[in-house]
Structures are given as structure tokens and as C-alpha cells.
């Protein structure tokens, strides 16, 4: 403050701007008033934070990726594409052989006895590729040109389960050659809370693997190789989007979705950036820890581009808060009473 002082001084002795003396002690008293309010207080009882914001933000990316869903997903499911599993009630008949048609479920080991034919395996084939399969089993030894259909009358083996952030959670049925994607049309797609991850986790023998997919990568990126294939049994979970909220010298205040694996930079990208008058040497970023507790980290415009800070990823309900630059909000204070017609002097914050 002394040294803007200073500066006014010098500026009046010399002559560089008439009638400044006057408009010193307006100055003083308006610097003064900068310096003791740097922007709107850090805001740390995140228990009243609220986001509206980030939901409204959120649904719409959800309505653009819910369209490139559907965009994707070309037609429903076939039935024949159904994968028989076991315990599975299925009645199999042959045209024009009626004593050879049958009723049975599916055993624990994935067969069915057929007449003249034993215990056949078909746990795991689609009904199509059943039937493909009681015909030649049939051709080879007894029929000269057997017709096969399958008809599944209760469903007990294949499930797709669908858990979290969807339009129809619940238990799907599994059918031949289904893509992460279909799945998600299935389910009609994500809920206005959804994130930008999808967990898949499958049961093997070697124990229980977890697969994570970036839905953006998938959809925005044309990252096909994410639209992995779905297998009987899985589980395909959706987790909500958290939320953090950006406030203080910053273009966009508010709160935003975070996305997978979220730095704070990103953070106040999505914000739009920093103000002229940002103070880039004073961002804070408050953590809540639980049970009323807060930890508060100061960090800096270089510490963000940094290696180091780049990779401090923000958790669900963080502040940022970025404070403003006293010397610009006093500039700002000055040039605003300057131009109403004092005395049509100016000053603007250079943009950074």
C-alpha cells in the first residue's frame, strides 16, 4: 500500500495528472478498503455447501452422452442372441419328430438330456448356437435334415446386473455378443448424478478382477477399445459424480462434477479460468476431513503447473477458492471512480 502511495505522489509533484491531490484521500481510503477485503471470505462449512450448479452442469453432459448412446446402439436384443445358462427351463422341438421333443432345465454343469442323444452341453451357447448344435449332434446319427427350436420358458443362469447412477439399475438378461454399451442402453442409460467412470467387476476363478472405464475417452474420444465386451455374471456399476466447488477470482464460480482423476488445475479450468485480478499466488484448496474437521493447503499458480501439484487430485465436496489481488482490486476501485466524470482517467487490470 505505502508504495502505491508512492506512486500517487509522484505522480501529483510532477504534474502527470491534474487534480489528483484532490482525489488522494478518496484513494487512500479505497485502497484501504482493498487491502482489508480480498474478495468474499473463504467459505469452510461445506455441510451448507450446495450444488445445483454442478447438477444442472452434469445432466447436461449425461443428455450428450445418453445421445451418443443411442446413437451407438443400433437395434434391441435378438433372442436368439440369449445365452442359456444353467438352471435354465428350456423346451426344445424338432419338426416332425414330436417324440423327440422335450422339456428340460439345464443342469448345474451346463447340460440337458435329449433323447437318443444323452447329456448334451449348451450352458454358455446362445439359443441359436443351441439349436445349430442339437441338429448336427441329430444329423450325424439319426435325422436326415432335423429342424431345431429352442424356447427358453424360465430364465435362471445369464445376468447382467446393473448397479448406481442409471436410469433402470436392476438385473438384465445376458445375451450373445453384448458390448459395454448395449448394456448401458439396456439400462437406458445414465442418471442426471452419474460420473464419467463405469466399473466393471467379473467373477473368475483366479478370484474377483475389476475393469474401470473413462466414458469420455470411450465417447468423446472414439476410444473403441474401451467398448469392452460383456460377459454373463458381471457387474457393471455407475458411481455418482462428486462435486467441487471453485470460488473467489475466478470466471465461472460454482460447482462443478468432478471427473476421473481431477486435479485442482482442471478444477479451475472448468471454472473458466482465472480473473485479471486474480491473486495467482494464493489459491487455497480446503479438504473436509469429517467429524467437523478441515485442513486448508495454500497453493500457487506455479505450483499448478508444476509436475508435483498437477498430480493433487481433488475429492468430492473440496473448496477452491483462489483469492483476489489487492494492488488490482484497488486499481479497479480507482478506475471505476475515475471514469463515472471526476476526471476521465482509467486503469484496467492487464489480462493475464
Known amino acids: 500500500m505505502k508504495r ?18 484532490r482525489l488522494l484521500p478518496v484513494a487512500a481510503v479505497s485502497l484501504c478498503l482493498a487491502c482489508a477485503a480480498r474478495g468474499p471470505a473463504v467459505t ?19 443428455a450428450e452422452l445418453n445421445g451418443k448412446f443411442s446413437e451407438a446402439f443400433t437395434a434391441a436384443p435378438d433372442y436368439q442372441d440369449y445365452v442359456i445358462g444353467g438352471g435354465d427351463l428350456i423346451q426344445i422341438s424338432i419338426f416332425d419328430a414330436p417324440d423327440l421333443s422335450t422339456e428340460t432345465r439345464v443342469g ?13 452341453a449348451i450352458a454358455g451357447l446362445s439359443v441359436r448356437e443351441a439349436e445349430q448344435h442339437v441338429e448336427r449332434l441329430y444329423r450325424e446319427k439319426y435325422l436326415q435334415d432335423p429342424h431345431v427350436t429352442i424356447f427358453v420358458r424360465e430364465q435362471f443362469g445369464s445376468k447382467i446386473t446393473m448397479l448406481g447412477a442409471l436410469k433402470k439399475p436392476g438385473a438384465y ?6 458390448n459395454l454399451l448395449d448394456v448401458l442402453a439396456m439400462a437406458e442409460g445414465l442418471s ?20 474401470v472405464i473413462d466414458l469420455d ?10 467398448n469392452v465386451g460383456i460377459k454373463g455374471g458381471d457387474i457393471v456399476y455407475v458411481p455418482e459424480a462428486g462435486s467441487v466447488y471453485v470460488d473467489g477470482a475466478v470466471r465461472r464460480a460454482g460447482a ?3 471427473r476421473q482423476q481431477m486435479s485442482v488445475q482442471e478444477a479451475v479450468v472448468a471454472a473458466g479460468g482465472l480473473q485479471p485480478f486474480a491473486d495467482s499466488k494464493d489459491v487455497k484448496l480446503i479438504r473436509y476431513l469429517g467429524k467437523g474437521r478441515r485442513e ?43 471514469r463515472t466524470g471526476i476526471f476521465g482517467f482509467g486503469y484496467t487490470p492487464p489480462t493475464r
Open 256 to 258: 462443478y462434477p468432478i
Open 4 to 21: 502505491t502511495l508512492n506512486l500517487l505522489s509522484v505522480l501529483v509533484r510532477t504534474g502527470k495528472i491534474a487534480g489528483v491531490s
Open 217 to 226: 475417452q470411450m465417447i468423446k474420444d472414439g476410444r473403441q477399445d474401451l
Open 192 to 211: 442426471d448424478a452419474a460420473g464419467r467412470t463405469v466399473q466393471i467387476r467379473r467373477k473368475a476363478e483366479s478370484g474377483e478382477s475389476s475393469l
Open 44 to 62: 469452510t462449512d461445506l455441510d451448507q455447501l450446495s450444488n445445483p450448479a454442478a447438477t444442472e452442469y452434469n445432466a447436461l453432459e449425461v
Open 108 to 120: 448345474a454343469r451346463g447340460g440337458v438330456t435329449l433323447p437318443l442323444l444323452s447329456t448334451v
Open 296 to 338: 486448508v493447503a495454500r497453493l500457487s499458480l506455479e505450483d499448478l503447473q508444476s509436475h508435483e501439484t498437477h498430480g493433487l487430485k481433488v475429492r468430492d465436496r473440496d473448496v477452491i477458492f483462489v483469492e483476489s489481488s489487492a494492488a488490482s482490486t484497488f486499481f479497479q476501485g480507482v478506475g471505476l471512480t475515475l
Open 173 to 178: 438378461d445376458y445375451y450373445a455378443k453384448m
